[in-house]
């Protein structure tokens, strides 16, 4: 038997959506669905990124470089799970793909927009569970 409090209110998060994804708009008609930065899809393209560093993680000496290598290639394909409305230079829809995502992402020009979906993927609101379902309604 679990305790109920009335944290739950305040922390108790979504399974689905933390794995799943939300999907937020941005402007010019761009959605995307962002997962949990502590999602199981996450946390593997980020074990995914480091082996690829692994003697270097082993040294702990990790470059700058290295660094945002991780955590680009963890945004891309795992806190990004689809998209709606990226275009290219052309007007055509980019599909979404975890290559395509990286793509984007490392751009430097777009370091603002990697932030932005770092924020999003941090929020506990986005994420949050709805109060109905935890059987705490106001009491």
């Known amino acids: 038997m679990g305790l109920k409090t009335n944290l739950l ?6 399974k689905d959506k933390t794995e799943q994804g939300v999907w937020v ?10 997962r949990r930065l502590s999602s199981q899809a996450s ?7 480091e082996k690829t560093i692994v003697s270097s993680l082993r040294n702990g000496k990790l470059s700058d470089e290295q660094n945002e290598e ?4 963890q945004l891309a394909r795992g806190v990004i799970a689809d998209w709606k409305g990226v275009t ?4 055509t829809e980019i599909p979404y793909s975890g290559d395509a995502a990286y793509e984007i992402l490392k751009d430097e020009d777009l370091a603002e ?6 924020q999003i993927s941090l929020n506990r609101d986005s994420f ?12």
């Open 9 to 14: 209110k305040q922390y108790k998060t979504d």
């Open 25 to 34: 708009d941005f402007e010019n008609g761009i959605s995307i669905r962002i």
């Open 43 to 49: 946390i593997n393209a980020r074990r995914e990124a």
């Open 70 to 73: 991780i955590a680009v290639h």
């Open 88 to 91: 290219g230079d052309d007007g």
């Open 113 to 118: 927009f990697r932030v932005e979906i770092l």
């Open 128 to 139: 949050k569970a709805d109060a109905d379902k935890d059987g705490l309604g106001n009491s």
